[in-house]
């Protein structure tokens, strides 16, 4: 079994929607999750860190899930310029600081 | 926010050539740095983990003989590609962490062989 799973999409949705996308991870002992954002050949770039109490950044809200092992991001009101790769990202703490990447689950906003 | 600095940003160079990709930590130190390898619509692939001072730990099947990684400070890490082939065309992107905090990532690097 993979160590995070994410749904690879694609995600077509038309602007002003709102999308949610979740990833499961395997090893109960994870400490550490985090959402980025990768433009098409570009690096990852850190959207969000996950905290266990949820956070929100705007139209984005993150949520962890420890008794079901899953996170999940929440879009609200998506712009064009939301179209990306979101990349669910977990480290757990007893691996030291190995991190794990979901494959990405791909978004395209449509006008 | 945290500035990781990779270069260079794209490389061309004929079959049997050694190339070498910088990664700096341009406004905190790094306790730790990661190179992924991204081929063309595949997640990152971590390659290995370095932390300063000590010998780097590769991953399962890649080999640390070709990929040779230095991490001689807490802001530099290098990676040298060994004797390039075309199959080690891709796209290599270095992180940086400074203790439990999250990673940033550098611009990439795409490295074409031809």
């Known amino acids: 079994r993979k160590e995070v799973e994410q749904d690879p999409g694609p995600f077509n949705v038309p602007e002003g929607a709102t999308v949610a996308f979740n990833c499961t991870y395997s090893?109960?002992?994870?400490?550490?999750f985090f959402w980025y954002r990768q433009d098409c050949r570009k690096e990852p770039k850190l959207l969000m860190s996950v905290y266990s109490s949820g956070n929100e950044d705007g139209r984005f809200t993150a949520q962890l899930n420890r008794a079901s092992q899953y996170i999940s991001l929440l879009i609200r009101d998506s712009k064009l310029s939301d179209s990306a790769t979101y990349l669910c990202?977990?480290?757990?703490?007893?691996?030291?600081?190995?991190?794990?990447f979901g494959t990405g689950t791909s978004l395209t906003v449509i006008p | 926010g945290a500035v990781v600095s990779q270069h260079p940003s794209w490389v061309i160079c004929k079959s049997g050539t050694s190339v070498k990709i910088e990664c700096r930590s341009l406004?905190?130190?790094?306790?730790?740095m990661f190179w992924y390898r991204q081929f063309p619509k595949q997640s990152l692939m971590l390659m290995a983990t370095?932390?300063?001072?000590?010998?780097?730990?590769?991953e399962q099947g890649v080999e640390k003989d070709k990929f040779l990684i230095n991490h001689a400070s807490l802001t530099l890490s290098t990676l040298t590609v060994t004797s390039a082939h075309p199959e080690d065309s891709s796209f290599y992107i270095c992180?940086?962490?400074?203790?439990?905090?999250?990673?940033?990532f550098g611009d990439g690097t795409r490295l074409s062989i031809l």
């Open positions: 990202v977990v480290n757990p703490r007893d691996t030291g600081n190995q991190f794990y």
């Open positions: 370095s932390n300063e001072g000590s010998k780097a730990t590769y």
């Open positions: 090893n109960s002992a994870s400490q550490s």
């Open positions: 992180s940086a962490r400074r203790g439990y905090q999250p990673q940033h």
């Open positions: 406004d905190f130190q790094a306790t730790t």
